[in-house]
């Protein structure tokens, strides 16, 4: 009971305890299938082969999209022309939807082509829509907004923040003097706290607004949905039906703001084309090396296959993606006898609500019940810096004396925690944890991914960095190959969670996932 309550925190281990050394191991140190494991990740790696005709051939992977399904098709041809068999596994259907062209230019008081893009579902237009701009009104009530909505029909209404710079803070904090740097973050704090008491007063939430501009006949809705980060804004969903959805970059989006407040009545015009396609399958994508001794037994390499579409999705999660293909190709080709069966799982519709992983939790029981671990890469192209025992008691034992095979250089700057708290939600790994399954999120470093990349614009080949990245697959590898030949079954054993607040902590709960996705909308 007492080595189930209690949290370890420190950078990775030897064998023998205590801190591991920077300096690379002795090359005669390392397991013979190891050092075979560097060698090939270090001289021949297929990552960059992967991630342009995966990313620039292919690019974003929405959810419901051709793009989608021609990226599965890719992946399966591509595993099979290494020996390792392919199959899709469909869970449900989404809305079926492909983006076209955004064009978007203001045609008054003068003429300039805009930086904006359609939001992902949003409907096209037939022909060229234009109208006013106008922004939504201080009111004071949800009274005075319903009547403001009768004035709108055949307008394009602002729904965002207007923003007073679109520098950074780091940016703002580097160059301006100390009592500016004051100056110009209150203004910002005071700016976010008044828009939010705006919408308040509206009687409708960032969800729910669209939808009622829509009903009111407005012509189209923008907006601006910035990170903090110059140039980078997130693309989500559209939430109308019939008008179109655009974001625009908060350059531009400030100078309509301030045009349209200030009485010079600017005009857009907005062509934006994309397709309906009804509803189309939503599936995982599977590669499988059958277990030579222990076939009905498995070891998961994991990361989500879709993603958002503003970008490529090279971060979120196409280094995931290339790094669990990368290691699965050099695992097929170096470690022939395996022990267990070894399965690569890209997941669909991750981005909606792990929607994938939780299908196949649901779906494939006898899997479940008997994986050794699942090692899962979601969050951007930096090398994996932290590892959580996920709440499993023995994690320390067995997740030690994998990552204890794995070359220094490697492991020293890792941070693990042990037993940790078991993840409930963020990544796939989660549906696995939920289910009671040793499930480990490879949890990288940075690289500015929460306000850069993640879900933006930006996040796109450039961005990655591949050195990183052939250090995930050497991690992946060497732990896929120490899971599969460890005569023993990892144990499930979980700690018992803390009290807090007063409340006892309850394991996170096997969800359903959704298996009709955007037919509503």
Known sequence: MRQASTFFC??????????????PQDRGSLLPVVQKIVDEVQHHSQLEKLATELLDGIGPRLVGTPEMQKAGDWAIAT??????????????????WQRGSSQVDMIAPRIKSLEATQLAWSPATKTPVQGEVVVL??????????AWLK????????????????RPDYQIKEFATPDLYDKMMKERTADAAAFRRLMANTGYTGSTLPEALEKAGAAAIALSNW???????????ARTKKIPTIDIAVEDYGMLYRMAVNGLSPR???????????????????????????PEEYVLLSAHFDSWDGGQGATDNGTGTITMMEAIRVLKKLYPNNKRTILICLWGSEEQGLNGSRAFVKDNPGVVKNIQAVFNQDNGTGRIANISGQGFVNAYDYLGRWLSAV??????????????????????????????????MLGSLSWGYGGYTWHTNRDTYDKI?????????????????????????????????????????????????????????
């Not at 595993?79 to 079926?96: D, I, N």
């Not at 009104?137 to 319903?146: L, N, Q, T």
């Not at 307008?155 to 007073?164: D, W």
């Not at 062509?271 to 277990?291: A, D, W, Y």
């Open 10 to 23: 420190f950078l990775f281990f030897c064998c023998t305890g205590g801190f591991a050394q920077s300096a």
């Open 268 to 294: 857009i015009r907005i062509h934006v084309q994309s397709k309906e396609l009804g509803m189309v399958k939503t599936f995982n994508t599977i590669g499988r090396i059958e277990g030579k001794e222990k």
């Open 407 to 440: 070359p220094r250089d490697i492991t020293a700057g890792i941070e693990t925690s042990f037993p940790g708290m078991p993840g409930s939600g963020g990544s796939d790994h989660a549906s696995f944890v939920a289910a009671g399954v040793p499930s480990f």
């Open 151 to 166: 004035t709108i029909r055949g307008k394009v209404v602002l729904i965002s923040q207007y923003q007073r710079s679109g």
């Open 465 to 521: 960095v591949f050195d990183e990245v052939r250090k995930n697959v050497i991690l992946t590898a060497v732990l896929a190959y120490m899971a599969s030949e460890d005569p023993q079954p990892a144990s499930r054993d979980k700690r018992i969670l803390p009290v807090t607040d007063g409340k006892q902590t309850t394991w996170p709960e096997v969800k359903e996932p959704e298996r009709r996705g955007g037919a509503d909308k």
């Open 137 to 146: 009104p201080s009111v004071k009530s949800p009274g005075e907004f319903a």
């Open 227 to 237: 990170t903090g980060i110059m140039g980078a804004n997130r693309i989500f969903g």
């Open 79 to 96: 595993l099979e022309s290494w020996g390792v068999q392919g199959s899709q596994q469909q869970f449900g259907e989404w809305r079926g």
